[in-house]
């Protein structure tokens, strides 16, 4: 029997591979461009998966494809790009998954903010705006500067700007006028506070905080991701806070099974929402929380698409397992990529540190600005977050992309 996957996160396969042999099922890949899974399918076994060539933005051609696997049992759902086809497809197949109003809900930014703002578990309110500089004095009133703008149904740090001034945020409109966007252009207030993300899973309604992660962003004009580390030592009554907090935002929103990566500012008054992301984290979270807790935290994913309670709900958690950071490593400039310097001192630095590509030689890169100017990410471990983060840091700062102007 199959398990389907309507595309995936880069990195992955290999532990969700393993997680669907576990169930006694075969792994299916749909997706559009297999180069963007380059790293994890050159290093996994033969027969591992299956990877079917389709265009995936065709929802007939999805459709028609997974009509056609031998005894299709689930449907992952696992990216926000793909998120609500594959809710659809799911309820159309008869298989399990979320309720596909929850997930088109979730993935409206805008729709989210305003969705606990008006009942209270979001002091900030949101103003959708055109992108134009003559929007400047409805951001203003509406939520007051500093202001944030981003696109409703963004990803990868793309089209978000932090105005702290009328005449950034006039800038701001004017750059966004000339941008394509997912969804639409909204304005929400700036939070002041340290970035985290929570780390969930969720069944029936009910949701277990698996740990927090720290995040690090670029300062502007980038506002990019470049580090984070798990899991984040926190005080037992700040962590059951957060827990209790995250519990009642997913519920509020309709998320009541699967993973959940929940993006907030801990605020000098608690924590406030950034975003919610009803999935496993991208870049190497999946892979950090595995190493960190000790288990293949996929095996949870698989049994959610097959309806069944999944056993990291009750489990223990191994708590005493080393912690992990990683770093991205940006191109400093568009060109195309030749390769990178220092990849062979990484081997001379404490904390196990490897070197996951996700771009490769050859490759053009139009945009560094934001995650696709990522060409690849350090990962290092140590007995605290805080001491993975200086080791991965220290080692990255020694991997230099090689970037020409030509072919």
């Known amino acids: 029997m199959t398990i389907a996957a309507l595309e995936s996160l880069s990195f992955g396969l290999g532990h969700m591979a393993a997680a669907a042999a576990e169930t006694g099922h075969e792994l299916c890949l749909l997706t559009a461009d297999r180069s963007v899974y380059r790293h994890e399918l050159d290093t996994l076994p033969d027969r591992a998966l299956t990877v079917i060539d389709v265009d995936t933005f065709d929802e007939s051609a999805t459709r028609r494809a997974l009509a056609a696997l031998p005894d299709l049992v689930g449907l992952l759902n696992i990216t926000d790009t793909w998120s609500v086809p594959a809710a659809d497809l799911a309820a159309e197949f008869g298989l399990p998954g979320p309720a596909p109003a929850a997930v088109r809900l979730l993935r409206d930014k805008y729709l989210v903010r305003e969705f606990l703002h008006r009942r209270g578990l979001s002091r900030s309110a949101a103003v959708r705006v055109k992108a134009s500089p003559d929007s400047v004095e409805e951001v203003r009133r509406a939520v007051g500067l500093p202001a944030v703008l981003k696109d409703s149904s963004g990803t990868s740090s793309r089209n978000v700007w932090i105005s702290h001034d009328e005449e950034a945020l006039r800038r701001a409109l004017d750059e966004a006028g000339r941008r394509q966007f997912m969804g639409d252009l909204f304005a929400e207030a700036f939070l002041a506070g340290p970035l985290y993300s929570a780390e969930t899973l969720s069944w029936d309604g009910a949701t277990r905080l698996l740990g927090v992660l720290s995040r690090q962003t670029s300062r502007q004009p980038a506002v990019r991701e470049e580090a984070a580390a798990f899991p984040v030592a926190l005080p037992q009554a700040e962590f059951s806070d957060i827990e209790r907090w995250v519990g009642e935002v997913l519920h509020l929103t309709g998320h009541h099974s699967g993973f959940a990566h929940v993006e907030f500012i801990l605020t000098a008054q608690g924590p406030e929402l950034v975003e919610i992301n009803r999935r496993i984290g991208g870049a190497l979270v999946g892979e ?55 990849l062979d001192e990484l081997a001379a630095f404490p904390g196990n540190v490897r070197w996951y590509p996700t771009r490769a030689p050859g490759d053009a890169m139009p945009q560094v600005g934001d995650q696709r100017g990522c060409t690849g990410i350090v990962l290092a471990e140590a007995t605290t977050a805080e001491l993975a983060q200086h080791r991965a840091w220290s080692a990255a700062t020694r991997v230099c992309p090689v970037v020409v102007s030509g072919p």
């Open 288 to 342: 950090v929380l595995c190493r960190s807790l000790g288990t293949n935290v996929y095996s949870a994913m698989m049994e959610e698409a097959l309806g069944r309670r999944p056993r990291l709900m009750d489990a223990p958690l191994d708590r005493d397992g080393p912690a992990h950071a990683f770093v991205l490593v940006y191109a400093d400039r568009p060109g195309v990529l030749k390769g990178w310097h220092g």
